[in-house]
């Protein structure tokens, strides 16, 4: 628990470090309102905590497992690197888009609102039904399924 916890705080502030750096000494730079750089902050607050915190708990599920819970597999572990890195990719936008508010609201008034546009954006990602992409964790129930009885000789 602490290493997942450590490894969160570090993941915020390396996407702190990231976001900066891409508003000053990128292609983004001319894009970033001065009054605009910290809602890209705040994004890479959010994207690095993201990151730090399930890349480590997507690895551990690889090697441990539980009576309760199995390992994870490779592929699923693909499948969830995957999704955290398009849902990384997603906040990054966010950022970049409500830091153009920048361009006319001043700054405080502009973190405030990032805060809550880059806080609540992963709402609807939330409401997206994904079971029906087969993006949820049955397909690994179903695979698991599919290989304890595969070796029996029961029907199904």
């Known amino acids: 628990m602490t290493f997942v916890l450590v ?3 570090l993941g915020g502030f390396a996407g702190v470090a990231l976001t900066e750096r891409l508003a000053d ?3 983004l ?3 970033i309102p001065e009054d605009g750089r910290g809602s890209l902050v705040i994004g890479g607050i959010g994207l690095g905590a993201l990151t730090g915190i399930l890349l480590p708990l997507i690895l551990l599920g690889l090697f441990r497992g539980t009576s309760k819970t199995t390992r994870l597999r490779p592929p699923e572990a693909w499948l969830k690197l995957l999704g955290l890195l398009v849902f990384d ?3 990054l936008v966010v950022a970049v888009v409500v830091s153009q508010l920048g361009w006319a609201l001043p700054e405080g008034l502009t973190r ?7 806080g609540f954006s992963w709402i609807p990602l939330a409401v997206i039904p ?3 992409f087969w993006l949820t964790s049955n397909i690994g129930k179903q695979f698991t399924r599919r290989s304890k009885t595969h070796g029996s000789h029961e029907p199904d």
């Open 130 to 132: 994904w079971e029906k």
């Open 89 to 91: 990719v997603y906040l």
């Open 25 to 27: 000494a990128s292609f």
């Open 7 to 9: 490894a969160m705080v």
């Open 29 to 31: 730079s001319a894009v």
């Open 112 to 118: 405030l609102i990032s805060v809550f546009a880059i």
